[in-house]
């Protein structure tokens, strides 16, 4: 007879939580610290250009290009001259990197829905409008979609791991034009949906996998 036949309560281990789940809810820089793992500021992959996107607080020493004061933390694109190889040790779990693109979408779907019922539309708000309604059940099918592909076992690589980010990003796309003038503020939600399309031009997976 176990423990647990006797009566006792057995206490699991708090799960780690999913790239995705940090990145929907407490933004892209502790999303991407998670999917860096414990490899730390001086070893973070860059693409085969010697491009990196980081936490600030990771980019010291590095040749900061732009920054991007984004909810969750600033992050910032950084430059090396000695570019990874292609596919070497230093590159970003494929899988991952779309988790956590498609939990930026998520936060983004979340972001929209907030300021959209917030608006006022005659007696009711936007959020309400038939079409909008219809515009989100759209974004949120095609997320479903990509969610399950996740969630199966079936290998996301080559022409199949392109075509994935590229639905990603047209989701991204389509959101913000729900959100209008809103979404292209440089403090805006358009602004994580721009740098987790910079992070998949960096890792570049149009040219992973042949």
């Known amino acids: 007879m176990t423990a647990t036949d006797r009566g006792a309560v057995s206490v699991a281990a708090p799960s780690t939580p999913s790239v995705r789940d940090v990145a929907r809810r407490e933004g892209l820089a502790p999303a991407l610290r998670l999917l860096l793992g414990g490899r ?9 250009s010697g491009f990196a996107l980081l936490p600030e607080d990771w980019a010291a020493g590095h040749t900061v290009l732009r920054r991007y004061p984004l909810a969750g933390g600033p992050v910032v ?23 956590l693109r498609l939990g930026v979408a998520e936060g983004l779907r979340d972001a929209c829905v907030e300021h959209l019922a917030a608006r006022p539309s005659g007696e009711s708000t936007v959020l309400m409008q038939q079409m909008v309604k219809g515009q989100l059940a759209e974004a949120l099918a095609h ?15 080559g022409p199949f791991l392109r075509n994935a980010h590229g639905q990603i990003t047209r989701n991204g796309r389509s959101l913000l034009r729900l959100l209008g003038a809103y979404g292209y503020l440089a403090n805006g939600p358009g602004a994580a949906a721009e740098v987790s399309e910079l992070l998949a031009d960096i890792h570049h997976p149009a040219k992973e996998d042949r």
């Open 143 to 157: 997320q479903l979609e990509l969610s399950a592909l996740l969630d199966s076992a079936a290998p996301v690589r």
């Open 40 to 48: 730390g500021p001086g070893s973070a992959p860059r693409g085969t």
């Open 77 to 99: 694109v950084v430059h090396e001259l000695r570019p990874a190889r292609a596919g070497g040790g230093g590159s970003v779990d494929g899988t991952d990197l779309l988790r």
